[in-house]
């Protein structure tokens, strides 16, 4: 380490403390609303409900990514919230209102899209179903209309499931949440889709944000993403799609999806991180859609974490003074977002999200400068995390995908996310270390080393024998209580069973550094994991703390005098004039 | 405690006997202590003022005479206002009306904060309109005051701007298109001449809108209509407006509402509560105009209008300093959990900062989802039942609220307007007198229902008549009215109830259709509260499990348990019944038909999809409309807070409504109904309730002999009674509430729920100053930031001093772990680090036992097989093997930080001093 960055730590630091201590700015936030996604809904409400705390009213309403990229375009709201943009691939012809002004998308959250389903198994639930991509395609076309077809049994064995008809739910109104799934169908499983399309009469050529059901008897289609979880819970034999935050919300199990690699894994905060490295980020600043997605990458990525139904959310807010936004409305959704961007992400795991890395914090950031009317204090927070992630050091918003030091790409959910047992040390060589993959988009260095392990094919790529086997089958996901009892980290067993159930059963071997069982916070845990932390390199934080006890012990001894010595200055210079 | 209570009484006889007295000058001991099952609070600041001005203490004073000046018509007076304007307002509200004159009360006028208040009116003389119905109405709005010289808002003005009022974004009971709701000018003679006319010299009409002025002095004018409903405004809107544009007068001259004040928080355009940071003002006022029919047809503009702001009542409304909040980029300690908590968070997350100086984070959700996060990563949660099993191992439990599931209502009372020869037949009273004590009470809202189990059990499952839509007598023949296919008639309505009218003799006016209840789709311990009570209640439970009560009403069969465990005698025949019932309805071809359990383990309030309104085809055999199914009728609310929400709002759950316009056409929500119709039930919390000062229902017991509602005292008795569980701290609500001692039976006690394994010895110090401040401070009574809001009873001293116990237990942890200054105490003995430079966090800054640990590049040596990861952990005995990759805590050892940084301020501060001291 050199002297040079020691010493602008020592500054950045010092700034940061004080910054911290000031008392709270002027603050006449003027009250503003938005309106859009339900998919990411929990996740606005909590920055909301938080901001509020804090004395900023913020008005949210989730009535779906279509009606707030309308009220948006129509000037009826300060920001939208949506999971698509305006134009490309995933917009939809029926969506068809435009803003007049000039507008920037931000990433807000990530999330996973579940599928929540209804089923018993004898008086309890059902909660281990497991599903492959190529059954989630049939079922949400309506080729697969049994819960015990061949195609669903096949990921189940040994799992009675009832000879009943799927009772497939999906939203009724302009969702993004349903344009990413048809866009998913669409590029995974084109000839389904156009099955779809044929029957039900879309365009077997677009993904569409109001998902056709037309003469699909077994299909039902519910308002909101709270009509959908509603109707899930109620009615036996039902499966949804939305973001993991409802059925957590109200205790439900969803399906385990076979990813790429052949592993069944679910929408965790950890497995959507995983994911989300390969989501390809618009990066032509120039574009109204920069920052915008392209999942084509994540839905067939390898690496045996990954959640294949990862995506972000997006803020859609002006660049421009409009009829809606003027400068002090500005300065409130400079405040709101940067909040939402920076603390609002440390609760996003426990919601049911995952929270943004740290590059698309920092591109978020860049964004939200050019909303007209940002305050300095706002500002000078960007800067400020700006500042202390490439001094490193600092605790850059506390964001838990980050450690200060390492580049704002590198995302730490990636680096502790849980394997399954069965993924044995050459499953998962590939994926660690120097092969842990880096978030894409600004900031990125370019050189994502797990790329090289994504590139075969998405999606077709079938199971492999090892996921089949293994503790991964037996255990079974307990949808809450019980889950969190079989986990390691939830429970209270001795470390040492903890360890070593961890470890390759087969070898004995654990696959590298110390065994770390994964913090099960409540989530259907699949299989007792092991991980690994990436050590602290570079600036950690006893360096940074014994800089910072250094550098205000030098302030106890410099301060006062000359502070006494600038006052006593001014007065007399106050005297002199007098 | 006892002083708490005593004081809610002494404001509940306050309130009758200050009404006309003026603004008192010293701060309530208690108030907000007194919310209760009325809705409306009482406060020892009413204020009650008169059009005539007699009394009327100097700031509500408004001359009806030439010394009545108005602003911006250049000098002119209520003396030139048109003869037929103001002969027809004296003859409305003067003091010679019939009625003794219009008078308006306001039941609190100091200490605001974002609260309702009951702005109630009598003596205002019904003139009857063109339709036949009585036309008098008053439009209530919000006024900031008035810009001084200076160009700063003056704080000695004597009476608002009209330029200052909240008006024009059209109110709940607002039409958009009338030009009396808009800030219209129009026509307003008096207009000429005075600077509004400047604004716009080429109208030749005076047909233009009133300019709004913000407490920032920008001023918003829109110059191509009259209304500030649209987005052009940025200071409000028809969503966030407070403004009431037709308050109309009963039959009887009267009327009451409950109004929203806002403070600069909410209406940043009027500033109203002094704040350091902002222009603000600490007093606003309280506006209304009176109008009539008549006096529309001569002056029709907006309220604002000079000629109309002449009949004016305003009240100053004194507010509480707006209060300090932490630097909101101060990292947060973050908890989650019972949503039941939103409201008292809201008030207590500044105070703790001002007094505590850290951050809280609450973010609310499902308390079983808070429960099973609950770990070392997570170590503080919300909840109101405890953790089961093996996680519920090493929690330490802090009572910290007591709070209260209620069934709230906002249900406009027809029966109590007018007596008439029908009235006692359909309402049920005695005799007039009975009608006329009824209604001198309540107003024109009923505030007065009382429900036992089977009551709240017989509207969550569908079981009226009236509440089986979207089934058809077609699709459902069981739902026949009058109908004795099945065995006895399936009851119509709740009023035609005899059960719900031996409880309600006075019935519920025109709320005959009134839709089940609104409630939340979150699995909350509040909804699980519900069902404990309707399960522990004979005749609930009976009722869910098919058994009829004494009038041989039996559940909807698709809800039922078809146990019929308290009426075995009749199962054979009753279970026929049902049986038949269900073959006989034509059910959604979704439909899978199971019978129901209580309590259920899928949903807050179970919902049987039987039924549906089948899908309306086109003529080539297309859908047009979709079928409409259950859910659309009777949706689910994310939270009890929205549940409140859509109450005072008037807006049933109910997404029903074909928008055939919409692209595409798609069911819609159900408008908001509009006053003098309003009826709509719903289960949320008691500080939700009282938020909005919503009318509660009375709980009674199964014999309906005794009936209690949730008060800030009942709630206080019922945890009196709290028994033990098998989890030690953790007292649960009895099965038999005590009805005659007065406990409300739906009391929910809340825990902060701690992990105390690997507990950091920071957090625990934080935690346990938390709890400290939450049964303390955060037990005070009152509005302020800090205390315990309107809807939420003191801990009674069991509850407290286990608080204080866990207090304790959390200083001990606290202690016992010194936070390292400076090297790690550990250092990890086992694995290899390749990239270790010495910089392992010390291990008070972990959690215990995550530990440093290697980086795992996968190319370093691999320790021996099944090394245990305490050898690499050897901080904590009982630490856990979980991981988390973010504390919650900011990061920083804060004590160390904390002394050194103390310290350095010190110094800083002492500096000035120094130099002060040595010039004397």
Known sequence: ??????????????????????????????????????????????????????????????????????????????????????????????????????????????????????????????????????????????????????????DNPGVALPDATINVVVRSDGSGATAQFTLWLLRQFPSDYAKLCQVTGCDPNSATSFFPTKGLKNFVAQNGSQGVTTYTAN?????????????????????????????????????????????????NPKSENYLSQDLSKVYGYLDPRSYPMSAYSYMIVPTEKTDALNEAQGATLGYFANYALCEGQRSMGQLGYSPLPMNLVLAAMDQLRKVPGVDKATRAKMDQTAASVSKGGTPACNNPTFKPGDSPALNQLVRSAPFDAACAAACRAPWTGEGAAENQGPGSTGANKGNKAAGAKPAVKQPTATAQAGPAGAAGNGGGAAGAGQAP?????????????????????????????????????????????????????????????????????????????????????????? | MAAAATAAVVAGIMAVTTAGTGPAAAAPAASGSDWGPQGSMASDSAVTVRWDNQGNAPGSVVPRDETGLLPHTDAKSYADVNTRLRTAAEETFGPDNGLG??????????????????????????????????????????????????????????????????????GPDGDISTSQHQRSL??????????????????????????????????????????????????????????????????????????????????????????????????????????????????SAGPLSPSLWAMRLQVPLHFQPTAAVCPSDDAATLSSGSEALTVAMKSWIPGICADRKFTLGFSPMADLQARQQLGPADPLKFTTQPLEGDAGKDVLYAPVALSGVVVAMTIDNVCTTRFTEYTLKDCGYANEAAFEADRERSGSMVRNLKFNARLLAKLLTQSYVVHSAPASVETAPFTSPGSTKYGVPMTFSLQSDPEFKRLNPTGLGSAANMAPPVVEGLRSDAAAAVWDWILADDAGRAFLNGCPDEAGMVINPFYSTRSYAECPDQAKDLDAAAAAKIKDTKVPSTFNYAKANYPSDSAAYPQAYWTERAPVLREDGSVDQPALTVGDQYARVADMAAAALNTVRAQPASTSQWCAECTPAAFKSVPRQGYGGRSVLSITDAASAAKFQLPTAQLCDTAGTACVGATAQSLRTAAAGFVKTEVAGVLQPAAKPDYRDGAYPLTLPVYGAVKTAGLASADAKTFASLFDYLSTDGQEQGFRAGMLPPGYAPLTDGLQASTVAAVKSLQAVAAAKPVPTDKPTAKPSAAPQPTDTGSTPPAGLLPAGSGPVPAGTGSGPAPPAGTPAATTAPVEPQALPGTPTARTSGGWPPATLAIVLGAALAAILAAPLLVRGKRR
């Open chain 1, 235 to 283: 009615n036996l034999y039902t499966i949804n799609y939305d973001e993991y935050s409802y059925a957590r919300g109200i205790n439900f199990p969803v399906a385990q999806v076979k990813n790429a690699a052949g592993f069944y894994t679910l929408p965790t905060e950890h497995a959507v991180a995983v994911a989300l490295t390969q989501a390809r980020i618009n990066q």
């Open chain 2, 101 to 170: 004159g219009l008078s308006l009360t306001v039941s609190q006028t100091q200490n605001l904060q974002n609260q309702a208040v009951t702005v109630s009116f009598n003596g205002a003389k019904p003139v009857t309109g063109s339709n036949g119905l009585n036309s008098t109405y008053l439009q209530v709005f919000q006024c900031w005051g008035a810009m001084g010289e200076d160009g700063k808002p003056d704080p000695k003005a004597a009476e608002p701007d009209p330029a200052t009022c909240q008006f024009g974004a059209v």
């Open chain 1, 489 to 578: 980290a939830a429970g209270t067993v001795g470390t040492t069973s903890g360890g070593t159930a961890g470890c390759d059963a087969d070898t004995g071997a654990c696959a590298d550094g110390a065994v770390v069982a994964a913090a099960g916070t409540g989530t259907q845990l699949l299989t007792p994991v092991s991980t690994t932390i990436a050590g602290s390199n570079g600036w950690g934080q006893t360096q940074l703390l014994l800089v910072v006890v250094g550098g205000l012990l030098l302030l106890l001894v410099l301060a006062p005098p000359l502070l006494a010595r600038e006052l006593e200055k001014r007065r007399a210079g106050r005297r002199n004039s007098a």
């Open chain 1, 1 to 154: 380490m050199t002297r040079s960055a020691r010493i602008a730590g020592i500054v950045a630091a010092l700034c940061l403390i004080f910054a911290g201590l000031a008392p709270a700015q002027a603050a006449n936030y003027i009250r503003i609303g938005g309106s859009g996604s339900s998919w990411a809904g929990n996740a606005l409400q909590d920055w909301v409900s938080r901001v509020g705390a804090q004395g900023v009213t913020v008005d949210y309403e989730s009535k779906g990514s279509s009606t707030g990229r309308k009220e948006f375009a129509d000037s009826m709201k300060q920001f939208a919230v949506s999971e698509i943009p305006y134009t490309g691939d995933t917009a939809d012809p029926k969506d068809n209102s435009r803003p007049n002004f000039k507008y920037g998308m931000l990433p807000v959250v990530a999330g996973g899209t579940a599928y929540m389903y209804n089923l018993r198994a004898g008086s309890g639930r059902l909660d281990t179903l497991k599903l492959s991509q190529k059954a989630i395609a049939k079922i949400f076309t309506g080729q697969v209309t049994k819960w015990n077809d061949k195609v669903i049994t096949a």
């Open chain 2, 186 to 299: 129009r026509n307003d003679p008096l207009v000429k001449g005075g600077d509004w006319e400047q604004l716009a010299p080429e109208s030749t009409k005076m047909n233009l809108p009133a300019p709004f002025q913000s407490i920032g002095g920008e001023v918003t004018r829109i110059e191509d209509g009259f209304n500030l409903s649209e987005f052009r405004n940025p200071f409000f809107n028809a969503t966030t407006t407070n403004e009431h544009s037709r308050f109309l007068a009963s039959g009887q001259g009267d009327g009451s509402r409950s109004f929203e004040l806002q403070t600069g928080t909410e209406a940043s355009g009027l500033g109203c509560g002094l704040d350091p940071e902002a222009p603000s003002v600490e007093t606003c006022w309280l506006v209304a105009v009176p109008r009539t029919e008549a006096m529309d047809e001569v002056q």
